[in-house]
Nanobody, 120 residues
Framework: QVQLVESGGGLVEAGGSLTLTCAASGRTFNYAVAWFRQPIGKERAFVGLISWGGNTYYADSVKGRFTISRDNAKNMVYLLMNSLKPEDTAVYYC???????????????WGQGTQVTVSS
């Protein structure tokens, strides 16, 4: 079992930055962690992921603006978001899986989500 808790969401102006944190607990060894987001009324979408070894993959919409990192000793995963746009507004979730995939249905474990709102 893996438990995940996101934090760090909030309100930010367009062009600003925000860092989200995903705190993991339980049997986290060798799990990849992904970030997804879900705007109101839309489906949950892949943002990016980081493997246990630190390899990262990003959706085209955030590539070059968002950076995922992790500290396995602390069981923490971070999502640094720069140059934020109003269209980045969504509830952001972290999720864990042993597979490096962008499909949310594959992920067994999810956090509760944290709201990010980008004002124009």
């Amino acid at each position: 079992q893996v438990q995940l808790v996101e934090s760090g969401g909030g309100l930010v102006e367009a062009g600003g930055s925000l860092t989200l944190t995903c705190a993991a607990s339980g049997r986290t060894f060798n799990y990849a962690v992904a970030w997804f987001r879900q705007p109101i009324g839309k489906e949950r979408a892949f943002v990016g992921l980081i493997s246990w070894g630190g390899n990262t993959y990003y959706a085209d919409s955030v590539k070059g603006r968002f950076t995922i990192s992790r500290d396995n000793a602390k069981n923490m995963v971070y999502l640094l978001m720069n140059s934020l746009k109003p269209e980045d507004t969504a509830v952001y979730y972290c999720a864990a899986s042993r597979f490096l995939v962008s499909e949310p249905n594959v992920y067994n474990y999810w956090g509760q989500g944290t709201q990010v709102t980008v004002s124009s």
